[in-house]
Each structure stands twice: as structure tokens, then as C-alpha cells.
């Protein structure tokens, strides 16, 4: 918005010089400070640059405080899982993931997924001293040494996530994730690291950033509902196999009951009835006798 006022500004003052050559036919110096100091003060465009230069204040101190923050590794490290939580809560049902939860012998990684095969312990801390240095010096010796402990540093940490996290006989998956909250730094160490980290994959510590995270996080899920539509499977065809069994079961017992116990009610009725018959027939002559 502020922009556009600018530009508009320049755009009156523009006018205003062409109508005074116009009119006057030479401009004075005098007469182009008055116009620009007339439209300056009309437009109040001194308050709204001291608001911008408040603005731009606030912002550079904010990204100073940002800065500081992430040259701990504490805070770092913090904001790291506050973006990991993010994404998991925004992608998975809570009955699906932990964060900071004691696992594995009092382990406690920053986040974990309960996947089908097994738990996926997930790292959020990363080593950047080394790659912010790397950018703040202009020396190319410096750079060239800053990089190469970096992806010392990374190499060490990815050991570490190996041992604690990568345990398959205490229940978790046969890999787990280190997480980079920042697409650059990823990037960077693909493209400077890429058989680093193939290599590390193999051991089962796979390198992830929040956009790769969000496309195995989905992944997992899926694999989790396949899962559950399969054991959901199973129970179905469990029930109609039980199902099945009572059925032949009660069908047994009918025929015992019809072919037994049915047929001789049958047969012991049509003796009644024949009895009953003869009885009826006899009282039949009687009657008639009487008559008689």
C-alpha cells in the first residue's frame, strides 16, 4: 500500500513539473522544492515513512533476535520440534504418534511414529554451527574448512541417531528419521553430501526436511490403514468360519429331530388318528342301535 502511495507521488509531482514548463516556460529550483515539499506535506507522506522506518526497525530487530536464537543449539533444537510437532499433529491422528515420550530402555526422542513395522524414532536436533559459519565468512579456504566440519558434524550426529534409534530387537523399525526443519540446509547437504547420505540410509537413518517428512509421513499412514483393512479382514472371515461351524452344527441337530423324533410324532399320530377312527366308528353302531 505504502508503495503505491510512492508511486503516485511521483507520478503528482511529475504533473505538476510539466504544467509549470508548460505554463511558465522555465522552472526554477525554488518551484521544484515548493511543489515537492507542498505534495510531501498534503500527502502526509513524513508520518507514513517514519512509520515504515518503525516497521523496518522491528522487523531487523526481530530477525536479530531469530538469529541469536538459532545460534543455540537448545533454542535450535526447540524450534525444530515445534515445527516437527506441527506437522505430525496436522497429518496424524493422535493415537499414532509421541512426542518427547520415554522409549527404548529410557531413550527419548524428539518424535515417534507408530507405524507396522515397528516405532520410527525421529531426531529433531541437527549440527548448524558449522554450516552458519560457512556463510559468514567470504574467505573461500575458510568456507571449504567450515564445510567439511559441518558434514563431519552431521556424519557424528547420524552415528548417534544409528545406536539410540535404530533398534528393531527393542521394537522399533529398522530405521529411523533425522530431521532438518530447514529446506536449505537439506539441500545443501544433498548436493554436497549426496553419498553421505545414501550411505546413512543403508543404516537406516534417513535425512528428511518438512517437505520429504510430509510425503513418509503419508506413506506410513497409509501403510497403517492397509493394516487395519487387513487385520478387519481377517475378523470377518473369522466370523463367517464360526458362522459357518454353528450352522453345521445346528443343521446336524435338525436332521437328528426331523428324521428321529419328527417322523415317529408323525408315525404316532397317525396311530391316534386311525384309533380315534375306530373309536368314532364304534359309537357310530351304537347310535344306530339306539335308534333301532
Not at 516556460?25 to 513524513?46: F, H, Q, Y
Request: glycine residues 6%; contains cysteine.
Amino acid at each position: 500500500m505504502l508503495i503505491e502511495i510512492l508511486l503516485g507521488t511521483i507520478l503528482l509531482l511529475l504533473i505538476i513539473l510539466i504544467f509549470l514548463v508548460i505554463k511558465r516556460g522555465k522552472i526554477e529550483p525554488t518551484d521544484i522544492e515548493s511543489a515537492v515539499s507542498n505534495t510531501w506535506i498534503k500527502l502526509g507522506l513524513d508520518e507514513k515513512v517514519g512509520t515504515l522506518a518503525t516497521y523496518a526497525s522491528d522487523i531487523r530487530n526481530d530477525y536479530r533476535s531469530l538469529e541469536t536464537m538459532l545460534r543455540v543449539p537448545t533454542e535450535r533444537g526447540t524450534l525444530g520440534e515445534i515445527a516437527l510437532e506441527t506437522i505430525l499433529t496436522d497429518q496424524l491422528p493422535p493415537d499414532m504418534f509421541g512426542i518427547r515420550k520415554k522409549i527404548l530402555d529410557g531413550k527419548i526422542p524428539d518424535a515417534h511414529i507408530k507405524s507396522t513395522v515397528g516405532i520410527i524414532c525421529i531426531d529433531s536436533k541437527f549440527p548448524l554451527d558449522n554450516y552458519r559459519k560457512t556463510f559468514e565468512t567470504n574467505d573461500a579456504n575458510e568456507q571449504e574448512a567450515f564445510k567439511r566440519q559441518f558434514i563431519r558434524d552431521v556424519r557424528g550426529h547420524l552415528d548417534k541417531i544409528a545406536i539410540d534409534y535404530v533398534r528393531p530387537e527393542k521394537g522399533t523399525a529398522d530405521f529411523a528419521f533425522a530431521y532438518i526443519h530447514s529446506e536449505g540446509v537439506y539441500w545443501f547437504l544433498v548436493n554436497e553430501a549426496f553419498e553421505m547420505l545414501r550411505d546413512y540410509t543403508k543404516k537406516g537413518v534417513q535425512v528428511i526436511s518438512p517437505l520429504t517428512i510430509s510425503h513418509k509421513v503419508e506413506l506410513i499412514k497409509a501403510g497403517v490403514h492397509a493394516k487395519k483393512l487387513s487385520d478387519d479382514a481377517q475378523k470377518v472371515q473369522h466370523e463367517i468360519i464360526t458362522l459357518s461351524r454353528d450352522f453345521m452344527e445346528i443343521d446336524e441337530k435338525w436332521r437328528v429331530f426331523y428324521q428321529t423324533h419328527l417322523r415317529n410324532l408323525g408315525n404316532k399320530a397317525d396311530e391316534i388318528d386311525s384309533a380315534y377312527k375306530r373309536i368314532s366308528q364304534d359309537f357310530d353302531k351304537i347310535n344306530r342301535l339306539s335308534d333301532e
